[in-house]
């Protein structure tokens, strides 16, 4: 059995909420957390000085480190999750609780599944309070397990269900913290993660509770969900898409399963649906399902479409205003 340091680490971020880790930190006293702990604090002022304070009364394990007020919340991660030793590790927002007593099986599933990147539970909101107000449970959807990586995509698209949260091995987060600087918004970025890990591997989820998550927002959320970027920038909703999706198609074509199905179809041609003037990319045939429509050879494209050969990238612009009428006839047969 590995020793507590080196199986497993957690990490807290916090940004100017001292009575939110003084909460938490007391409660991982309280459970008597002997894994290592690593508060990753960017408060400034009486703040800083408060989680000092807090942090050198614990008897936990832990380590404060402390980083510019001024970095963003995925940077500060990064970083933090770059210099982790152990083999797994995990995020816990500086007001929620993680329950503890789940950790070691949670461990003991990765340990004898090598398959599996992340393990974790449900997930219980509840609302702040004198009291301890459970809400109702969050995420509780089964286990991804399949075998093919963009299947894995597919299914917690279909159903999504964040996994940042979830005991992931240390390895997976740090390969997945780079191409996050790919994307801007917090939305794009928290796909992002989740998409790069299912590539990674496999997602248990115990049924039994493993986190309660704090039902305020932990951060200002104006233009954070998908329907208020379609709603205010549309067009900056679909580049952060399409930022995403190359980042996703790139992960993909590196997958050794995918590489295998790329030398069986390298030679298959597809047309793909995308709202871009122009674009490159080569992409395995059997993962442009996620992402595009295919098109049988002689029928017109659907409006902004460019061809996509697997193994040779390719450049075509977007189709012109004369392809409207069999743009038409073509919606029309899919309509049948």
Known sequence: MASL?????LLIPTFNRPAHLRS???YLSARRLEYPIRVLDSSSGDALSQNRQTVSRTALDIVHDIYDAAIPVHKKIGLAVASVESTYCSLCADD???FTDELNALLDVLDADPRLVIAHGYYVNFKPGE????WYTDYSAPSIVAEDALKRIVEQMSDYQAIFYGIHRTGTM???QPPVDRVKSLWAKELLTSTLALIAGGMYRAPR?????NTNPSIATEGWHPHQFFAMEPAELLREYADYRAVALEHLAAD???LRERRRDQHAPLLVRFGLRSARIEVPVHQASLFAERVEPGEPALDHAFPLRVGKAVETPVHTAGDDEAAGKRLAKLGR
């Open 5 to 9: 340091r080196s199986r497993y680490t």
């Open 24 to 26: 938490l930190l007391g």
């Open 96 to 98: 929620d609780v993680l």
């Open 131 to 134: 009291d301890f107000d459970i």
């Open 174 to 176: 740090q390969a997945i």
């Open 209 to 213: 509770y493993y986190m309660a998550r």
């Open 256 to 258: 050794a399963r995918c």
